[in-house]
């Protein structure tokens, strides 16, 4: 039972990292209508930058994971800018896309020619050992219950942003009609551009708490994540906040146990087997509205 | 009247298709005769050429159906593990040539069967769903893969996804797949000549595919769904034809793959995600529907990292940028007007020198 419940917790740690990638994936899929295959690499820029700052600079933590948001939001903001702004209306939906899969490309041979293949050891972000409950039986991480707090908090500053405030009305409006919102004097631009700053912010979080659990950073770190966060969107039924936060957490959950519990080579493919099961029942996910299609 | 001009140029653009594959193999072949070519660069021709196949095989896929799929590297791994599975068995029992040809077939068709039981739940779903359901199923089938133990011995087939002991296999048992270890000892019976056959087979079936009724068919739901559907066309039944198709011939280039490795392993370096969009990338740099771009693309930015080797350390940073700057310059509005423009201008001065 204990051993149950010590993974169902890091199940919804891991879960909640993915929910975070997720967020991100998801608004820029809803606004901007791309895959942004270059997310998960966001992550692993955000990763290596703490790193720089924290481990060898010796910094203080949470002053390294601010400078990384800033940095990964200019990233991100420079990305859109010089790279996926110009083929916004291209006549084809997959030049962007391959171009977003260059950006990835580029991200990670950058990262391995400055800071080579070999793996860094990364040094948690939070020096908190945790709790131990029922008399020792049960111990959580510091960095497990520092997850789940900081992507519920994200998920309510999120949800608040985009239906309270000015930017996040502007923002579901370019995501239900982009040329529509033109016409109502919106600055789609200006809208995408906060969005990919956004999305890339939370990769920066997310970074942070990825690496501070899985202690090992390759140029590859973000790739794999990356994915899965985006299968979690999908899950959730894509372009939706609280879907991407479920999707999340049945991936997390789902993932570490079966990794526990039936087989760790198999794990990846019962997540994918999931998404698969899911999608064939709810073809949008699980949140997702279903647009019909008129002629 | 348009109609025909335009069915001409295509049966003709087709030998062309043919003609360069065949003029470029003659070219390689004499190269490698003459001894003029590193055999660094000899060995780059197989997996150059099977990969082209892919392309072509995904192309069919993206250009002509439609529908983006990030999963063919998967369709690859079913056909690499299957021949290469026949192959081992029969090893020593027929003559090489026979057993690399029923190998071949069994890959063909175990992939298309693969391919069509993976359509049936995928071509449901719609767009960017569907291409990460696609990619979803790749990752399955390379995971599965990676995680199985196969052996035979007198008692039958053993399967295990724990370890080779959990085979329970009589001592003198023969371990086919070894899990991660993948599957060793595949004969080596496919080279370039093979693999340039095998490129032009896929171009003559998936070119006449597209010049056929069925194929014309594939391309109206292609180009409108709902009006297909509405003059009659069953809609389903020829997105699953062109998908097990496509499946089929990425299954081909896996049987070339397993029958050109000493070791095959199910890793994500050979099978995972990143070679389906590798081979994306070489559909849409040559043009998403021309299988002739596909062919070309393939070739040139297989060989381009390798190429620019002695950049070293560089290579892929150029080769990011190299595909970034294309896309752009290709594909962005804004350059595409520029362009026009362009030539527009020069067109124009090159009339009034001429009149003048």
Known sequence: MMSFLTSFV??????????????????????????????????????????????????????????????????????????????????????????????????????????????????????????????????????????????????????????????????????????AAMLMGIDVNKTITLTFAIGSALAAVAGALLASAYPSLTPYTGAMPGIKAFVAAVLGGIGSIPGAMIGGLVLGIIEILSRTYISSQLADAIVFGILVVVLIVRPTGILGKNIQEKV | MLKKKMLSRNSKGRFTTYGIVIAAWIIMEIFMRAGLMSSHLEGLLVPMTYYAIVAVALNLCVGILGELSLGHAGFMCVGAFSSALFSLVTDGVM??????????????????????????????????????????????????????????????????????????????????????MGVTGTPHDANFTIAVILLLLALVVVQNFIDSRDGRAVMSIRDNRIAAESIGIPVTKYKMLAFTISAAIAGMAGVIFSHNIATLQSTSQYFGYNVSIMILVYVVLGGIGSIRGSVIAAVILYLLPELLRGLNKYRMLIYSVVLIAVMIINWAPKAIEKRTAFFDSIRKGMKRNGTA
């Open chain 1, 10 to 179: 890091n199940g919804l740690s891991l879960g909640s990292i993915y929910a975070i990638i997720a967020l991100g994936y998801t608004m820029v899929y809803g606004i901007a209508k791309m895959l942004n295959f270059a997310h998960g690499d966001f992550i692993m820029v955000g990763c290596y930058i703490i790193f720089i700052f924290s481990s060898n600079l010796g910094l203080n933590p949470v002053a390294a994971i601010l400078i990384a948001i800033v940095l990964c939001t200019l990233l991100g903001i420079t990305t859109e800018r010089v790279a996926y702004r110009p083929l916004r209306n291209a006549a084809s939906p997959l030049a962007v896309l391959i171009t977003a899969i260059g950006v990835s490309y580029f991200l990670e041979n950058l990262a391995l020619l400055i800071f080579g293949a070999d793996t860094k050891s990364f040094t948690s972000v939070v020096p908190w050992a945790g709790i131990s409950l029922f008399g020792g039986s049960l111990q959580i991480q510091g960095i497990t219950i520092v997850t789940i707090l900081v992507s519920l908090l994200i998920l309510i500053f999120l949800q608040l942003f985009v239906h309270k405030t000015r930017e996040g009305q502007a923002m579901l409006a370019v995501s239900q009609d982009r040329g």
């Open chain 2, 95 to 180: 003559p090489d040539g026979v057993r690399f040809l029923i190998a071949l077939v069994i890959g063909v068709i175990v992939s298309a069967i693969v391919g069509f039981l993976i359509g049936i739940p995928v071509l449901r779903l719609n767009g960017d769903y569907l291409a990460i359901v696609t990619l979803a199923f790749g990752e399955i089938i390379k995971n599965i893969i990676n995680a199985m133990y196969l052996g035979v011995d007198s008692k039958g087939v053993h399967i295990s996804f724990e370890s080779q002991m959990a085979l329970n296999m009589e001592p003198e048992g023969k371990t086919l797949i070894n899990g991660a």
